[in-house]
């Protein structure tokens, strides 16, 4: 029965009082007894300093709880364990590495401020985050001494402590962030952004007299930066802005626009999108005007299909495809009058929409207005590939118009189903030599199926 004191519980207290921390902390990984690891915990927080070598050493052999455990008695121990934390911040590592950088957001040391900056270069994304965290938890303390090593700091460190500076906010970090929009790095100047709209309305006094600078670039990010801010005196300097002689100016303010549905941004992007001598500012402002969406953007969106650029076309049809079925109509109704371009254009948007929304006012086009308004359906009910548009197209297969029923022929092509094929080769023998043409080539295009049809007539 003696053996039964094999499984004794180790006594801790002879551990602590001989500074074996180490055997401390292996009892702490490996007991599964909450009083044992209470009396573990209790021992190495005596301990103090003298424990810190040795729980810093164990923090790359142990399992998530565990660390965590040990993350805790470091952080309780406080000032005496920074100096040697501040080491591990470069340790092999990437785990003990994060593990540092949280600790030191709790504590929040002064001295390891510089240390936490480098750290947000560190190759590995975890530990640059949780640097980023820790400093964050520094708050209004920390700002001052990050503005005053800002320039001096690589780019990554830069868009780390531009990260930083939108957490904490203020006037100061404010400051710091317009003075950011001069940054030798983009990524530094779009951090900066990305800060300033998390700061939000704080913001929008420093960025209404910035929007007046004299720098184009300071300018350019004032306007990316305030539209997010739902303001009267706000929107009234953006809207000022929008005639800023300098294009890339113009363009931001266009992109901030998109961010306000207020009937008077909504108006300033229609005029910028059919009167700015810049195709790239009009073409912001379609991409704002899609981002609104909305039924109110429909009509200047489809209208721009047919005016300035490839990049503004483009840029229309996105946005036509975000604001989705409520431009079915409208876009059906451009089909009367579009030229070739444009209604290829609309195929594509109809397209991406979806064949439900668009197919029953096609084929209601299909069936109405001039012969140009009826070919034009017919062709995009081809593109949709819908077999509920069948029906539809073979009823006008006896359409008077021959443009119409050439149109029809290479619809039921596209389609390929096998209930097209016959009326097509019908259409082989049509007076209209380009609907012949048209059968002849959706024949081909529905390849085998057809050609079996063919040599059974």
């Not at 590495?97 to 390891?112: D, E, H, Q, T, V």
């Not at 190759?123 to 920390?142: C, G, K, P």
């Not at 579009?338 to 064949?355: F, V």
Request: aromatic content about 2%; overall charge negative; some cysteine.
């Amino acid at each position: 029965m003696r053996m039964l004191g094999l499984f004794r519980q180790p006594n801790i207290n002879k551990l602590m009082e001989r500074g074996q921390a180490e055997k401390i902390i292996k009892i702490l990984s490996d007991s599964k007894h909450s009083n044992l690891d209470q009396m573990a915990r209790s021992a190495l927080l005596e301990l103090g300093e003298a424990a810190v070598p040795d729980l810093i050493a164990k923090l790359d052999n142990l399992d998530q709880r565990s660390r965590k455990i040990v993350e805790d008695i470091l952080c309780e121990i406080g000032t005496p364990a920074v100096e040697y934390l501040l080491s591990t911040l470069k340790d092999p590592s990437w785990e003990v590495r994060l593990s540092s950088a949280r600790i030191m957001g709790k504590i929040k040391p002064k001295n390891a401020v510089n240390a936490l900056v480098d750290s947000l270069a560190d190759r590995h994304s975890e530990v640059r985050l949780m640097a980023q965290r820790s400093l964050t938890n520094y708050e209004s303390d920390i700002v001052g001494v990050l503005t005053g090593i800002f320039d001096n700091q690589e780019d990554q460190q830069r868009i780390g402590i531009v990260n930083v500076l939108g957490q904490i906010g203020g006037s100061l970090a404010i400051d710091k962030l317009i003075a950011s929009f001069k940054d030798r790095s983009v990524e530094v100047r779009s951090a900066s952004v990305d800060s300033l709209k998390q700061i939000g309305m704080a913001t929008k006094n420093a960025l209404i007299v910035s929007l007046k600078d004299q720098d184009i670039e300071t300018r350019r990010y004032a306007a990316l930066s305030i539209g997010g801010i739902k303001e009267n005196s706000a929107l009234d300097a953006l809207l000022n802005a929008s005639n800023d002689k300098e294009w890339s100016v113009r363009r931001a303010v266009a992109e901030s626009l998109g961010h306000n549905d207020d009937t008077r941004s909504l108006k300033r992007l229609e005029e910028i999108l059919f009167n700015d001598l810049d195709e790239d500012v009009r073409a912001s402002a379609a991409n704002a005007l899609g981002n609104i969406a909305g039924l109110k953007v429909v009509n200047p969106l489809v209208e721009s299909l047919e005016v300035g650029s490839a990049a503004i076309r483009a840029a229309s049809i996105r946005g036509l495809i975000n604001v989705g079925d409520l431009a079915v109509g409208p876009l059906v109704s451009k089909l009367k009058t579009a030229n070739a371009d444009t209604r290829e254009a609309i195929a594509d948007i109809l397209i991406n929409i979806g064949a439900d929304s668009a197919l029953i006012p096609l084929i209601s086009s299909l069936r109405e207005g001039d012969s140009h308004a009826r070919s034009a359906a017919a062709e995009e009910l081809g593109k949709l590939r819908d077999p509920q548009g069948i029906q539809p197209l073979l009823v006008a297969l006896n359409d008077p118009s021959d443009e119409v029923r050439d149109s029809v022929t290479r619809a039921l092509g596209m389609i390929g189903d096998s209930e097209c094929i016959d009326p097509i080769i019908i259409s082989l023998d049509d007076p209209s030599a380009s609907v012949r043409t048209s059968a002849m080539s959706s024949l081909m295009q529905i390849g085998k199926p057809a050609v079996n049809s063919l040599l059974k007539v």
